[in-house]
């Protein structure tokens, strides 16, 4: 099992820039991708950005594309989230989540991304 926190979320002004952070403990070996995601009430849950802890490599969403950059301590074991020139459609509820194989982390399906955050509310403001 793996137990994961976020943190950096809050109340930010448009144009402005956010690092949300994922912080995984338990079983860490049992996932080798973490993912970033993130959902509005009424919409369907977004995959926004994967990272592969094994080699580094990344995948980034179209929608978000060269505004996010995703990171990884593995000595802390964190994931980090980065998200500039923020939008008002960018106010979501952010999930740090987990799986095995990168990039299918990014699925969101229960087989390849058992393991969830509560996640932290990001509210931008224009």
């Known amino acids: 099992q793996v137990h994961l926190v976020e943190s950096g979320g809050g109340l930010v002004h448009v144009g402005e820039s956010l690092n949300l952070s994922c912080v995984a403990s338990g079983d860490t070996s049992s996932a080798n991708c973490m993912a970033w995601f993130r959902q509005v009430p009424g919409k369907e849950r977004e995959a926004i950005a994967g990272i592969s802890l094994t080699d580094g490599a990344t995948h980034s969403v179209d929608s978000v594309l060269g505004r996010v950059a995703i990171s990884r301590d593995n000595a802390k074991n964190t994931v980090y989230l980065q998200i500039h020139s923020l939008k008002p459609e960018d106010t979501a509820m952010y999930y740090c989540?987990?799986?095995?194989?990168?990039?299918?982390?990014?699925?969101?399906?229960?087989?390849?991304?058992?393991?969830w955050g509560q996640g932290t509310q990001v509210t931008v403001s224009s």
């Open positions: 989540a987990a799986g095995r194989g990168f990039p299918f982390c990014m699925l969101g399906t229960p087989a390849k991304t058992p393991y």
